[in-house]
């Protein structure tokens, strides 16, 4: 079904989560460590590998003081202040949409640049870098703002009491599955492409109850459009799914489509389309599509049936799971884009962070900050931030992306309303909706 914005409430069941995580259930109280472990004056570097440390302690171990500092040498510790920087921008460069925070930078750079002449040239091209992508991030927002406009007034439309006239469908568009499924994959790889790291750390977002200090930025408001109209782009795709199918009048018609979009869902798979693949199971699983009996019965569904095993929950979505795996491991040794492609199931990947972000505590008992929470978390973002940096391969035909973007889309009610008029109601309460809605 059409998803949500994500939120506690959206969420049923953990997923997931590594076995070796210091996980507490709700309401269980996680084992203290034993011993002491690295108190305010331990140093990191030394002895074994830890898995937790005081903030004051990974403080200590960065500012340098007047008895202490982390490199002997500015030349040692210089470059990797840079490599901080740089990596910084990079990978949340929403953080410097700021004008206080871009002054942080500028000051920082200021104090460090007098240190070696090359650090001038890598500080200029970190603030032009960061330029760069700020300038994008911009227009990227204007096209979410533009589409999302269309997509509004498409809304009204389809709330009228009687479905409108809609002159193109799809089929009239592209024929062919293959060639739709490339474009639903340059639609899924651009919203990707726009969602940044920080946007999954503004949506879950929490107060440390520990952390006494002032927030650093001046607007602490969630930065999370991106992912937001990512969620809607499912939504849109599942009700346009659903509308092709109800909008014809005859049954030979919408069987027609049916097994249009089934071949459709089959080549995402086959690419590594899994959220489009999702979306259009989903639209065709929406009860004004389902009830039509006899057009499913015209329909040859034996493949709709293996994708929807493929994608059944059952298992914490074990099958997809393990689809998703060979997809990622085929991306791993790819010799092509085309081979790298893998698109998850976008609101699956929510959850497993959401999850594991409210099942592991940021803080254990003793106050160390949990560093195995936040390696996993890593990870998993990690994980998705390389997916999203593939180059689509296959050529864009604008044709289609654009119906796939404007195309009218009946609202719930009107999705019933055109699926009564095609097969008449066979219940009471389908013959009390229909009165209702006309």
């Known amino acids: 079904m059409p998803q949500t914005a994500c939120s506690g409430t959206m969420f049923t069941t953990p997923s997931g989560f590594s076995p070796h995580l210091a996980c507490a259930e709700p309401g269980e109280e996680e084992a203290p460590q034993e011993g002491p472990g690295p108190g305010p004056g331990a140093c990191l570097a030394d002895g074994p590998p830890i898995t937790s440390a005081s903030l004051d302690t990974l403080i200590q171990n960065l500012v340098p003081t007047a008895d202490y500092y982390p490199e002997a040498k500015v030349r040692k510790f210089g470059p990797k202040i840079l490599q901080l920087l740089t990596e910084w921008t990079e990978t949340f460069p929403s953080d410097f949409r700021d004008e206080k925070m871009v002054g942080h930078l500028k000051d920082i750079i200021h104090r460090i640049a007098p240190c070696d002449e090359a650090y001038w040239k890598t500080l200029n091209q970190v603030l032009q870098k960061l330029s760069q992508r700020l300038s994008l991030m911009s227009q990227g927002e204007e096209s979410i703002v533009k589409v999302s406009l269309n997509a509004s007034s498409d809304k009204l439309v389809a709330f009228k009491t009687k479905p409108p006239p809609i002159q ?21 790889l651009e919203h990707l492409s726009r969602i940044g790291p920080e946007e999954f750390v503004q949506a879950f977002v929490q107060k440390d109850p520990l952390d006494g200090t002032q927030p650093c930025f001046s607007d602490q408001k969630k930065k999370t459009s991106n992912l937001e109209a990512y969620v809607r782009w499912f939504n849109r795709l599942c009700y346009l799914v659903a509308t092709e199918i109800c909008m014809p009048a005859k049954k030979k018609q919408r069987a027609q489509v049916i097994e249009f979009f ?91 962070i959401y999850f ?22 890593a990870r998993q973002v990690g994980e998705f931030m390389t997916w999203k940096q593939v180059e689509c391969p296959f050529e864009e035909d604008r044709a289609i992306l654009h119906y796939l973007h404007t195309a009218p889309i009946f609202s719930e009610d009107g999705l019933y309303l055109a699926s009564y008029e095609s097969e008449s109601p066979e219940n009471q309460v389908e013959k009390d909706r229909w009165k209702a809605l006309r």
């Open 168 to 188: 193109k469908d799809i089929l009239s568009i592209c024929n062919d599955p293959y060639t739709l499924a490339q474009q639903l994959t340059h639609v899924e």
């Open 356 to 377: 594991l972000n409210e099942g592991c505590a940021n803080r254990l008992p003793n106050g160390h900050v949990n560093f195995e929470k936040f390696v996993e978390l």
């Open 262 to 352: 089934i071949d459709v869902a089959r080549e995402c798979f086959n690419i590594g389309n899994f959220n489009s693949l999702m979306a259009i199971i989903s639209g065709m699983n929406m009860s004004p599509v389902s009830r039509l009996k006899k057009t499913w019965s015209k329909a040859k569904t034996a493949k709709f049936f293996i994708l929807e095993h493929q994608m059944d929950p059952t298992g914490n979505f074990y099958n997809y799971r393990t689809a998703l795996r060979g997809a990622a491991h085929r991306s791993q040794t790819a010799n092509s884009n085309r081979e790298r492609i893998v698109i998850p199931f976008f609101s699956l990947l929510i959850k497993d």
